[in-house]
């Protein structure tokens, strides 16, 4: 790669119209030759496969970075200098060199000249890295673009060949910079880095549609940490470690008087915070205890003032932390933070009327006002952050109360907590009531436990996983008996929500059959729960059926046939017994109650 010839020399003033044509279409075919390596090396990858590629037009490319070549001919020295066409279309073949690598390693067959070359990479013996990491300065958004993407698919295949240092200067210049471009930069190379998967290879795509051609020299990978990108997430992790306080204090001051410039960095920041204490990044709790804190701060910042997109990622962030379903809702201690979390969420509802400055609508009015069908992504995540927020809150409560109460043998500590806890939750869950049938076309009268298989009635994860809430608020509450109160057992029926449920799904046992298997959300853990509570409150349940107790009985026996028969064929994924056990116990209640 390397700068038109013409930029050295100086044209003649002599020259006129037709002889400047001339000159620029012999300075085209002076640098078809540095064009075809770059097209030939992009070629021979999109083939899979680097063997047929002699050396020299293999370094080619990677040693126009440096200086003065073999001719004298004036190279320029750094990527920034060079043209923005010459620069992306060499960090795009970096960027395919990089994913070609990381899909073949992951199949376990490499090309011994892709992986050569990677080694040499990794080795910095061009600087070339250096050089990416310096386009982060660059006021070209394309360039920067190409660039980290370029520099985070080569981090992700040199794992322990990353080098601190290059960390360091990318986590440094983030706290160093006011430039939202900069900023985006680091951020976007560290978010692609934590979020990637190593078994992520598309269904659709051809399982020999990356593995190197035949006659290709092709080298096993038989390591299995080869396949691991947890160390060099960890490096990323740890790099922020250290500046994490005060990046979040930057960015909170960033949100406290936001402008619009700086959306894409507020938001990738957001996704990058998001994505680090994810359970998908499988990274260890240890490593992402700090990022836990100072996530109360966030909250306060949500108002009127702040645009729909940035509420969306931060009630992202904050559903990411209260991770209910597959997380809180197991553990018999909670941890510190998240407890915090719900309880500043909980008093911003209650106290602050956090719900009315939600922008659902655009324009004029109280909440955004205006024509059109509003912002259902933001509504539902909302609705969903103050069930799992009461959740926590009830959960955390009903231990610490548990655990002094068993010391001290007597259950009034517990009796007195629950009657502040349901004096605080009925008015955050009324809140919640009013603020979705003012922008929902729900029935005035239709209960909370009700109209929230409705409102998530798109989002399988989000329907499953408020449900686990209502009815752990539920059984925490009314752990005595039936409350005294009619308007909150209203409320909080799990009854009620699960024949809405069975509703919803059309009566057809094969979708709960669906959602048994699948591991996309937490419905094992709900229906092992709510069965529990059949068989505990069976007159409860059978009062709340009413006329739907034949239909949404038919639907659960139907659905132990269907287990039943999986299992004797042994097709069942996991250990499905204790659900089939309390199928058949509340089949046995029912059938007693029709022969009585």
């Given at each position: 790669?390397?700068?038109?010839?013409?930029?050295?020399?100086?044209?003649?003033?002599?020259?006129?119209?037709?002889?400047?044509?001339?000159?620029?279409?012999?300075?085209?075919?002076?640098?078809?030759?540095?064009?075809?390596?770059?097209?030939?090396?992009?070629?021979?990858?999109?083939?899979?496969?680097?063997?047929?590629?002699?050396?020299?037009?293999?370094?080619?490319?990677?040693?126009?970075?440096?200086?003065?070549?073999?001719?004298?001919?004036?190279?320029?020295?750094?990527?920034?200098?060079?043209?923005?066409?010459?620069?992306?279309?060499?960090?795009?073949?970096?960027?395919?060199?990089?994913?070609?690598?990381?899909?073949?390693?992951?199949?376990?067959?490499?090309?011994?000249?892709?992986?050569?070359?990677?080694?040499?990479?990794?080795?910095?013996?061009?600087?070339?890295?250096?050089?990416?990491?310096?386009?982060?300065?660059?006021?070209?958004?394309?360039?920067?673009?190409?660039?980290?993407?370029?520099?985070?698919?080569?981090?992700?295949?040199?794992?322990?060949?990353?080098?601190?240092?290059?960390?360091?200067?990318?986590?440094?210049?983030?706290?160093?910079?006011?430039?939202?471009?900069?900023?985006?930069?680091?951020?976007?190379?560290?978010?692609?880095?934590?979020?990637?998967?190593?078994?992520?290879?598309?269904?659709?795509?051809?399982?020999?549609?990356?593995?190197?051609?035949?006659?290709?020299?092709?080298?096993?990978?038989?390591?299995?940490?080869?396949?691991?990108?947890?160390?060099?997430?960890?490096?990323?992790?740890?790099?922020?470690?250290?500046?994490?306080?005060?990046?979040?204090?930057?960015?909170?001051?960033?949100?406290?008087?936001?402008?619009?410039?700086?959306?894409?960095?507020?938001?990738?920041?957001?996704?990058?915070?998001?994505?680090?204490?994810?359970?998908?990044?499988?990274?260890?709790?240890i490593d992402t205890k700090l990022f836990y804190s100072q996530l109360d701060n966030l909250v306060m910042l949500l108002n009127a003032n702040v645009p729909g997109i940035i509420w969306r990622h931060l009630i992202g962030l904050f559903n990411e932390v209260l991770c209910y379903?597959?997380?809180?809702?197991?553990?018999?201690?909670?941890?510190?933070?998240?407890?915090?979390?719900?309880?500043?969420?909980?008093?911003?509802?209650?106290?602050?009327?956090?719900?009315?400055?939600?922008?659902?609508?655009?324009?004029?009015?109280?909440?955004?006002?205006?024509?059109?069908?509003?912002?259902?992504?933001?509504?539902?995540?909302?609705?969903?952050?103050?069930?799992?927020?009461?959740?926590?809150?009830?959960?955390?409560?009903?231990?610490?109360?548990?655990?002094?109460?068993?010391?001290?043998?007597?259950?009034?500590?517990?009796?007195?907590?629950?009657?502040?806890?349901?004096?605080?939750?009925?008015?955050?869950?009324?809140?919640?009531?009013?603020?979705?049938?003012?922008?929902?076309?729900?029935?005035?009268?239709?209960?909370?436990?009700?109209?929230?298989?409705?409102?998530?009635?798109?989002?399988?994860?989000?329907l499953i996983e408020g449900m686990v809430c209502c009815l752990d608020v539920a059984n925490g509450l009314f752990y005595r008996g039936p409350p005294q109160n009619t308007d909150l057992a209203n409320m909080l029926s799990p009854t009620l929500t699960f024949v809405q449920f069975?509703?919803?799904?059309?009566?057809?046992?094969?979708?709960?059959?669906?959602?048994?298997?699948?591991?996309?959300?937490?419905?094992?853990?709900?229906?092992?729960?709510?069965?529990?509570?059949?068989?505990?409150?069976?007159?409860?349940?059978?009062?709340?059926?009413?006329?739907?107790?034949?239909?949404?009985?038919?639907?659960?026996?139907?659905?132990?046939?269907?287990?039943?028969?999986?299992?004797?064929?042994?097709?069942?994924?996991?250990?499905?017994?204790?659900?089939?056990?309390?199928?058949?116990?509340?089949?046995?209640?029912?059938?007693?109650?029709?022969?009585?």
């Open positions: 790669m390397v700068l038109r010839r013409s930029s050295s020399y100086p044209p003649s003033p002599k020259m006129e119209g037709p002889a400047k044509k001339k000159q620029r279409i012999e300075n085209e075919d002076d640098e078809n030759g540095e064009v075809s390596e770059i097209e030939k090396l992009q070629t021979s990858l999109l083939a899979h496969c680097l063997c047929n590629v002699s050396e020299s037009s293999l370094r080619k490319p990677f040693t126009s970075t440096g200086g003065l070549g073999n001719d004298r001919e004036f190279r320029s020295t750094v990527l920034s200098e060079w043209e923005s066409d010459k620069c992306l279309e060499f960090l795009s073949v970096l960027q395919l060199l990089f994913d070609v690598a990381i899909k073949q390693n992951t199949r376990g067959l490499m090309c011994g000249r892709i992986a050569d070359v990677c080694k040499a990479l990794a080795r910095n013996e061009h600087h070339i890295v250096d050089q990416i990491i310096d386009l982060s300065c660059t006021n070209n958004k394309f360039i920067s673009f190409a660039a980290s993407r370029a520099l985070a698919s080569f981090f992700i295949i040199a794992k322990e060949g990353v080098e601190s240092t290059w960390l360091e200067r990318l986590t440094q210049s983030l706290v160093n910079t006011n430039s939202p471009t900069q900023m985006l930069f680091t951020l976007d190379v560290l978010k692609r880095i934590v979020e990637h998967r190593d078994s992520d290879i598309h269904p659709l795509e051809e399982s020999e549609s990356s593995n190197p051609p035949t006659g290709c020299n092709v080298i096993t990978i038989s390591d299995p940490e080869s396949l691991d990108s947890t160390p060099v997430k960890a490096m990323c992790v740890k790099a922020l470690e250290s500046k994490w306080t005060v990046l979040v204090t930057k960015f909170d001051a960033i949100l406290g008087s936001y402008t619009p410039q700086h959306e894409s960095a507020v938001i990738t920041f957001l996704n990058l915070w998001e994505s680090i204490i994810s359970v998908k990044a499988n990274l260890s709790v379903g597959s997380t809180l809702s197991l553990q018999g201690i909670l941890p510190e933070e998240p407890c915090l979390l719900a309880h500043v969420v909980v008093r911003a509802v209650k106290d602050w009327r956090l719900l009315d400055s939600l922008p659902y609508r655009h324009g004029s009015g109280r909440f955004g006002g205006g024509s059109g069908d509003g912002d259902l992504p933001l509504l539902q995540k909302v609705v969903l952050l103050v069930l799992k927020s009461v959740a926590v809150t009830m959960r955390e409560t009903r231990s610490d109360s548990s655990s002094d109460s068993s010391l001290a043998s007597d259950t009034e500590d517990l009796d007195a907590d629950m009657v502040i806890i349901e004096r605080s939750i009925r008015g955050v869950l009324r809140q919640l009531d009013q603020c979705v049938k003012q922008l929902m076309p729900f029935h005035p009268e239709m209960p909370l436990s009700q109209w929230v298989v409705r409102m998530f009635n798109d989002q399988d994860d989000f069975i509703k919803a799904v059309s009566n057809h046992h094969e979708v709960l059959l669906d959602f048994l298997i699948s591991n996309e959300t937490c419905f094992l853990l709900y229906l092992l729960k709510f069965l529990k509570y059949i068989k505990r409150s069976w007159p409860e349940f059978v009062s709340c059926c009413g006329r739907d107790l034949n239909n949404t009985m038919a639907v659960l026996i139907n659905l132990k046939q269907a287990i039943d028969r999986m299992v004797s064929k042994d097709l069942f994924p996991y250990n499905i017994i204790p659900v089939l056990r309390l199928l058949e116990k509340c089949e046995s209640l029912y059938l007693g109650d029709i022969d009585n």
